[in-house]
């Protein structure tokens, strides 16, 4: 039979007549709507920013999980730091407070002109023993340091010395040499110098300051009393009501530097 008799039937098939336009199919649609692309100049700038903020994001994390001074450190050494920050923030407010009143006191002064002369003379005291120039006495600590074994080395000693000053330490003679910004240790153990002149065991270290602040300073864990014990050293604290610190140093002429109100 000819095609005539039978038509095709192209419902059944689901076949496009010939000469048909073809259909385009849902999954055709959306092949077609995605892609080839279509990015405007806005959304690049946004990927971009994007980008941008989380590089920024991911290395701020790593740093911080990375590079903490404090991650990992003991309980107790946590809080040697924050009481340690709190007398340092404790001496600031002292400061400040000082100097306030003595603004306060120049300003309601009848003779402003005396009130200067005495605070310039207390002044000058107060950097007098800064500098060694001047005696002092005040409550504070004795630190006694027998050495048999010859085993204590300068920069233990240094090491002492530093934690006294960052408890609040305000003047201090080792062996009757009196310490001052520039002093330093040298030599080895058994022969040890300060400032190039030469001490011996016992050293003893005469401190001015607050001793409820000095003592625990030397005797924090793996701090100056255990690391000199560890080298057969002896270790003593004794806390006084008055320290005398008497040894003196000359007042030197600086050479280059001159007052700038001059």
Known sequence: MSDEEFPRDTERTGEPPAGA???????????????????TRAQLIVALLLFVLGLGLAIQVRSNSDNSALRGARQEDLVRILDELDDRTQRLEDEKQRLDDQRTELENSSDQAEEARKQTVEKERQLGILAGTVAAHGPGITLTINDPGGAVEPDMLLDALQELRAAGAEAIEVNGVRVVANTYFSGDGGDIKVDDRRISAPYVFQVIGKPQDLEPALNIPGGVVQTLEKEQATVHVAQADDIVVDALRPAKRPDYARSSSQ
């Open 21 to 39: 336009p073809e259909e385009l199919t849902g999954r055709r649609r959306l092949i077609a709507a995605v892609w080839p692309p279509r990015v």
